[in-house]
């Protein structure tokens, strides 16, 4: 059978900003920018034909329309959340990998990582950020930022200065085996080459 869906992330942006009625609080949630969230709304709306929003002065209201489209795309991702989580991948430990969401996940390489570290399976979520850390969503992290907040162990990824990509684990578990491995594999990986899909290496460590 061949679902006619219209796309995810358009779907994601309007359940959001339809349980915040806020695209700038949906846009917190999705890591994105409120303009993105209501680009993706404004072109859900093109593609159903229907208006599912009213946006008034600082105020958004979902039509008719939108409030009977909204109870079938929660309940939607709720199955999809659900069966997920009773997923487990391979490996005795579970650790779990947030990566901020303009990151390029193969340059980690992490079928290499998942192949040969059968002990830990491995589980992405992105975008994740630091909420997702602090709530427990996430054991490991992969910023974009500064990379300095008091109780975490913070590295950042590759040479440079400034804002960057970090690597970001608890102080209480960042000694834990499965992230000593992930924190091996991205040390042993080759240095940053110009080329259009740089690897990262870890290469100092801050906010210890």
């Known amino acids: 059978m061949t679902y006619a869906l219209p796309p995810l992330n358009a779907l994601r942006a309007f359940e959001a ?26 072109a859900l709306e093109a593609r159903l034909g229907v208006r599912l929003f009213d946006r008034l002065h600082k105020q958004l209201i979902l039509t008719a329309a939108g409030q009977a489209y909204l109870p079938g795309i929660s309940e939607g991702f709720r199955h999809i959340a659900e069966a997920t989580s009773q997923l487990k991948p391979a490996g005795a430990v579970l650790l779990q990998l947030g990566v901020h969401g303009s990151l390029d996940l193969r340059r980690l390489e992490l079928e290499e ?8 399976g491995l589980r992405v979520l992105q975008p994740a950020g630091l909420h997702e850390l602090v709530e427990g969503k996430v054991d490991l992290l992969i910023a974009r930022g ?36 992930f924190r091996a594999w991205l040390r042993a990986l080759p240095a940053e080459k110009p080329r259009a899909n740089p690897r990262p290496r870890l290469v100092g460590i801050s906010g210890r």
């Open 146 to 181: 500064l990379g300095r907040h008091p109780g975490y162990r913070c590295e950042r990824i590759n040479e440079g200065s400034g804002l960057g990509d970090w690597l970001m684990a608890p102080e209480g578990t960042a000694d834990c085996p499965e992230v000593v491995s």
């Open 113 to 120: 990582f998942r192949s040969t570290h059968a002990e830990i």
């Open 17 to 42: 900003a339809a349980r915040h009625l806020s695209f700038k609080l949906a846009a917190h949630e999705l890591h994105v920018t409120p303009a993105a969230v209501g680009q993706q709304v404004k």
